[in-house]
């Protein structure tokens, strides 16, 4: 029988809210971005993050509701990003999913924010088949994974410093450029002449999958400090930095495809918004006579549909949180169970 779920999301600084109905698919989403509010700090204040959700998280609810033309009787099973994320925020979806799902008496599930990203190429049309390598390229996570099945992930490299998105951020910070710095560099790379610079694409002449990020930032650095007398110098680093960005997860994607001997590229995460990278990464999965799946560009980045989706089918296989309220700040993706 199909189940209507409600999931919330609020592990950082988006509040986001969606209505997922197995069978039939999204039936709605609303999300406020708590961006602007944060961007005069320089990035995410958490205690401020939490406050926020308390504001917006019911009033969403409401609104998505009526929008949907539902009523809460009709709501068979909630899911709340149970980590990782920050502590505070994570705390604020976690009560108000796990109050709400125990007033109407459903079941509640705590959905692990990463699987939503990876699991949200499968909201679109054309949906990959398992297994597939996935990408997760996010603020705060860069990741290869073998994925078998939903729940059956295999880590097969990561970033050991920062993530692609902090050292997207970090960068645009160099550069002057508001918080979050990922699209606004981006949109300034634009304007940057590719033939200027060419930055390192760090860990490629070595093997494995794992990545680095922070030598990039540092470079971008060195160089707008040697040009600091040229105005235009901010396009060309921004340009030379996405580039290097773009070839190192392209390289580093096409190694874990041919290692695993698998056809089928999975990219998701914020920075998966980014359109050089999904070009890049597209023309990498044809090379190698495969294919590329991507969330729409507003699922990239955080978002309540991929909590909905992601908690629907573990509430569809049985699965569901005690009464208990738990979130896990930092919780690795292969400790999740296998849904069958
Ligand atoms: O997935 P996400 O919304 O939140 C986390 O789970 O971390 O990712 C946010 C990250 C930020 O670092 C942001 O700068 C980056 O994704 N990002 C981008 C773009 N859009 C968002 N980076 C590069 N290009 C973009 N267009
Ligand atoms: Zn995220």
């Known amino acids: 029988m199909d189940v209507i779920v409600l999931g919330i999301e609020s592990s950082c600084d988006e ?3 969606a209505i997922y109905e197995t069978g039939v698919g999204l039936l709605g989403h609303t999300l406020y ?55 505070g925020a994570l705390m604020v979806g976690a009560c108000v999913g796990r109050s709400l799902a125990y007033g109407w008496g459903v079941p509640a599930v705590g959905v692990h924010h ?63 450029l508001g918080y979050p710095g990922g699209p606004a ?22 093997p494995g ?25 901010g396009a060309d680093v921004a340009r030379a930095f996405e580039d290097a960005v773009a070839d190192t997860l392209a390289i580093k994607c096409r190694r874990a495809l041919r290692e695993s001997d698998l056809r089928r590229l999975v990219v998701a995460g914020g920075v998966s918004a980014n359109q050089r990278i999904r070009a890049r990464l597209q023309e990498i999965a044809e090379g190698e006579r495969g294919e590329a799946f991507f969330p729409r560009v507003e699922f990239c980045t955080d978002n309540g549909a991929m ?33 069958h």
């Open 114 to 176: 990463m699987e939503g990203h990876l699991l949200a190429p499968l909201l679109e049309g054309e949906i990959p088949e398992f297994p597939f390598i996935a990408l997760l390229v996010s603020g705060g996570h860069t990741q290869l994974i073998r994925v078998d099945g939903v729940g059956r992930y295999q880590l097969l490299g990561e970033s050991v410093d920062d993530a692609a998105g902090e050292a997207f951020d970090k960068t645009a910070k160099l550069l002057g």
């Open 15 to 17: 509040t986001g809210v």
């Open 33 to 87: 971005s708590q961006a602007e509010m944060h961007a005069q700090y320089g990035g995410v204040v958490p205690e401020l993050a939490s406050r926020d959700h308390i504001r917006r998280v019911i009033p969403l609810i409401d609104q998505l509701l009526d929008r949907v033309g539902l009523s809460s009787q009709q709501i068979d099973g909630v899911a709340y990003t149970a980590g990782p994320g920050l502590m």
């Open 307 to 339: 909590i909905a989706f992601a908690g629907a089918l573990r509430l569809d296989a049985g699965e569901s949180s005690g009464l208990a309220i738990e979130v896990s700040p930092r919780w690795p993706l292969s400790e999740l169970p296998a849904v």
């Open 185 to 206: 560099l981006s949109e300034l790379a634009k304007q940057g002449n590719p033939d200027r610079f060419h930055f390192p694409r760090p860990m490629v002449d070595r």
């Open 209 to 233: 999958l794992d990545f680095s990020f922070s030598g990039l930032k540092t470079y971008a650095r060195n160089t707008l400090q040697q040009n600091s007398d040229d105005p235009t110098i």
